[in-house]
Each structure stands twice: as structure tokens, then as C-alpha cells.
């Protein structure tokens, strides 16, 4: 027998070829675009740690949205940043709070963009922590209640789906409970099921002014060492009525978003979060990296891992390429 008898290169000859048997597809409608909202108007405040990215005042936000919905990205998922802060996060569920303004500008103005709504008080709270602080802990059942009426608030204003981030344990039942009471069985919850306590969240913080004044997060975000932990905790918010289960942050966690996949049969999402953005773009503009080319294959690798949607602020150069 001649050798070789097998011979993969053959289907790698042309751009034809590989096409024909990509395994992997990524598409714009596979991707949701983050976005920063503030009050006032005429505001567009570029985030220094975050190359390309900024924070929107409601009006010049319609303008974005509108420019991601025409690329063909079905939706965005908003984060709050309040002209004032308590140490419940009041402001977030405040019915006139800065999300609830945008959800509801968003819906009139682009009513076929979906809209999603970050829940999670942190980016409300004085002590930047995601949840109630009672004699230096964070306490979890009584920040249930702060995530219930900043959902059903965001419900109220149109929000397409809310999800919940803080990983206080219980969160998706609770809310899952509030919508119905009041009527928005119809809203779905996409939920940050496995969030780690990551490093990759710093620019982010810096974006949303919302990193604690004391201690960190470790004892309500995950042990990035602990991958049947996580599927623990997809288990627990799948019983409790999530719709959608999502893995923070994806690259590093490529493991256990395929181990989601092959577990549960619900959607599952994952974030490309802010610090894995930053790091493509830093290197990028330092000559080392070809952005587009790098950009391009971490997303596909979190496809292939097995996400079916991406939270990624490189939805709308990613788009741009994916509808040449």
C-alpha cells in the first residue's frame, strides 16, 4: 500500500474545500454586544482600559443599537452606571433607573433589537460588592430581594430577558417567582450559572466604576480551580428555572462550557469578558498580534466548546467580517 493511503491536506487545499467541511460556524446571530448606558445626553465616554468601547447616554445609545441590530446582531445586554450609589443598590431598581430609561427608549425606538438586562447590584452600591453588606459579609437572602425588583423593574420597562450575575445562591428562583407574580411569565432568565472570581473582570470594573472598596469577591464568585463545582451550579439554577445557563469568562473556561454542553440540553451562553477584549487589543496595538485573525479564533473556540450564544464587545467588528 502506497503511503501515505490517508491524507487530510486534501481537503485543505482551497478555500472552497475547507468552507465545505468547516465543523464550526459562526454567524452574527450567535453574538450579543454589551453596552454601557449613563444619564444625561450627548455623552459617548471612551473606556481607556477598554480600546473601542464606551459609555452611552440614552440618546447616542439608540444610535449604537441601531447600528448593531443593521450588522445583524439580534441583541444587547445593558449595564448600568448611576449618578448615585447607596449600600443597597437602590438605584438599580429604582423603576426610572438608568436601565429602565434605556430598556424603554430601546423597545420604541428598535423594538425588533432584543434587550437584555444585566441584574446584579454592584455596579450600584457604594462598596461595589454584589450583594447587601451586614458587619463586613455579604448576605445573601436579603439581596434576593434587591435582584427581585430590579428584575421585575426591568421586566415592567420591556426588558427582553433579564440576567442575573451575582451568583447569590437561590437567585434564579427567586426571580424566576417575581416575574411570574407579576405577570412576565413570558421573560426568560439568562443566568450567569457559573461565574469564577476572575482577573479578567478589571477593565470592566473601570468601565462601570464597580470594583469593592474592601476584600474581593471570593466567597460568592466561583473557585476558578473548581470545574464540577460549576456544573453543580448549572444543575442548581436549571432546576430553579433558568432558561439560558451562562460560563464567565469563556477562554479560560473553554472546559467547562463543553462540559455544560454535553450535560444540559438548555442553551448555553458564554462571556468573553472585558479582560480577555482588552488583552487581544493591548497586544494588537503593540504590533504582536493580527487583532482580526486572533479575534476571529477565540470566538470560534468558544463555539466549538460548545456555546451557542457569545457576549463578546467584539460583536460588531466580528459581524463586519462574518457579512463579507
Known amino acids: 500500500m502506497p503511503f501515505p493511503r490517508h491524507r487530510p491536506r486534501r481537503l485543505r487545499q482551497t478555500e472552497g474545500l475547507r468552507r ?3 465543523e464550526t460556524n459562526l454567524t452574527p446571530s450567535d453574538l450579543v454586544s454589551p453596552l454601557f448606558v449613563v444619564t444625561g445626553r450627548d455623552r459617548k465616554e471612551e473606556i481607556t482600559s477598554m480600546p473601542g468601547q464606551y459609555r452611552w447616554s440614552v440618546d447616542l445609545l439608540i444610535k449604537e443599537a441601531a447600528e448593531i441590530s443593521l450588522l445583524g446582531i439580534p441583541a444587547v445586554i445593558l449595564f448600568g452606571i448611576p449618578d448615585r450609589k447607596d449600600e443597597r443598590g437602590s438605584a438599580g431598581y429604582d423603576p426610572n433607573g438608568i436601565v429602565q430609561q434605556a430598556v424603554r427608549a430601546l423597545k420604541d425606538q428598535i423594538p425588533e433589537l432584543l434587550v437584555m438586562t444585566d441584574v446584579c447590584i454592584d455596579e450600584y452600591t457604594s462598596h461595589g460588592h454584589c450583594g447587601i453588606v451586614r458587619n463586613g459579609r455579604i448576605v445573601n437572602d436579603e439581596t434576593l430581594e434587591c435582584l427581585r425588583a430590579m428584575a421585575r423593574t426591568h421586566a415592567e420597562a420591556g426588558a427582553d430577558m433579564v440576567a442575573p450575575s451575582d451568583m447569590m445562591d437561590g437567585r434564579v428562583g427567586a426571580i424566576r417567582q417575581e416575574l411570574d407574580a407579576h405577570g412576565f411569565t413570558d421573560v426568560p432568565i439568562m443566568s450567569y450559572a ?10 470592566f470594573r473601570d468601565a ?18 473548581n470545574a464540577r463545582e460549576a456544573l453543580r451550579e448549572i444543575d442548581l439554577d436549571v432546576e430553579e428555572g433558568a432558561d ?74 466580528a459581524a463586519r467580517i462574518l457579512n463579507e
Open 20 to 22: 465545505m467541511v468547516r
Open 194 to 203: 457559573a461565574k469564577f472570581a476572575s482577573s479578567l473582570y478589571a477593565p
Open 208 to 225: 462601570a466604576d464597580s470594583s469593592p472598596t474592601f476584600g474581593d469577591r471570593r466567597s460568592y464568585q466561583m473557585d476558578p480551580a
Open 244 to 317: 439560558i445557563v451562562m460560563v464567565k469568562p469563556a477562554l479560560p473556561f473553554l472546559d467547562v462550557i463543553a462540559a455544560a454542553r454535553a450535560r444540559v440540553a438548555l442553551p448555553i451562553a458564554a462571556y468573553q469578558v472585558s479582560g480577555e477584549y482588552s488583552m487581544i487589543k493591548a497586544a494588537a496595538r503593540a504590533g504582536w498580534l493580527d487583532e482580526p485573525r486572533v479575534m476571529m479564533e477565540a470566538l470560534l473556540s468558544i463555539k466549538r466548546a460548545g456555546a451557542d450564544i457569545i457576549l463578546t464587545y467584539f460583536a460588531k467588528d
